[in-house]
Antibody, heavy 122, light 110 residues
Framework: EVQLLQSGGGLVQPGGSLRLSCAAS????????MSWVRQAPGKGLEWVSA????????HYADSVKGRFTISRDNSKTTLYLQMNSLRAEDTAVYFC???????????????WGQGTLVTVSS | QSVLTQPPSASGTPGQGVTVSCSGS????????VYWYRHLPGTAPKLLIY???QRPSGVPDRFSGSKSGTSASLAISGLRSEDEADYYC???????????FGGGTKLTVL
């Protein structure tokens, strides 16, 4: 059974940093690209970032480019999102997601984590 | 606002059918597969339909998807109270080089 267990959310001041984690199990982690998607309060879903299975390529939405860094540790089957220079508009529930197929980024997701709330406020 | 357009709400009575629409453009729905997810706040979104009209194992055949041009639809027949949730459409967008989503449709079973 595929499981994606998230941790690391919380309250942070504007300009601060936070790291999200997503521990995966139930599939060959290194064979699949992974991504982060967020949902701001009262809003729809927004893709944030993605990483290939081998960590050879990373991809970011313009809204977070230069501030967020996605990474993964295939030996620990864990996905990360390092968020720096956080802004109020980054406040959202963040979901990690497994790509439906393939290690290269280019498809939608089949399994999602439960989400973790990030609140950026002074 | 979201790249894909969905009605914010839909409703039906138990046993009835309901359809949720999703409109996009030639850069996303027009040339790529459509996916549908069901989401209850506080839980993980669940894949309902992939590649326009395919159901993952375990998803009842009460749920069906279709696509025509730059629009797609999710049809739910035989509504049950447990179908109450938010439903999101999604598609790959060639200009973004990533997925885009609808704003979600909140389904109420009256």
């Amino acid at each position: 059974e595929v499981q994606l267990l998230q941790s690391g959310g919380g309250l942070v001041q504007p300009g601060g940093s936070l790291r999200l984690s997503c521990a995966a199990s139930g599939f060959t982690f290194s064979s699949f690209a992974m991504s982060w998607v967020r949902q701001a309060p009262g809003k729809g879903l927004e893709w944030v970032s993605a990483i290939s299975g081998s960590s050879g390529s990373t991809h970011y939405a313009d809204s977070v480019k230069g501030r967020f860094t996605i990474s993964r540790d295939n030996s620990k089957t864990t996905l990360y999102l390092q968020m720096n220079s956080l802004r109020a508009e980054d406040t959202a529930v963040y979901f990690c997601a497994k790509q439906e197929y393939g290690g290269n980024w280019g498809a939608l997701s089949d399994y999602w984590g439960q989400g973790t709330l990030v609140t950026v406020s002074s | 606002q979201s790249v894909l357009t969905q009605p914010p709400s839909a409703s039906g009575t138990p046993g009835q059918g309901v359809t949720v629409s999703c409109s996009g453009s030639s850069f996303n729905i027009g040339r790529n597969y459509v996916y549908w997810y069901r989401h209850l706040p506080g839980t993980a979104p669940k894949l309902l339909i992939y590649k326009n009209d395919q159901r993952p194992s375990g998803v009842p055949d009460r749920f069906s998807g279709s696509k025509s041009g730059t629009s797609a639809s999710l049809a739910i027949s035989g509504l049950r109270s447990e179908d109450e949730a938010d439903y999101y459409c999604a598609a790959w967008d060639d200009t973004l080089s990533g997925p885009v989503f609808g704003g979600g449709t909140k389904l109420t079973v009256l």
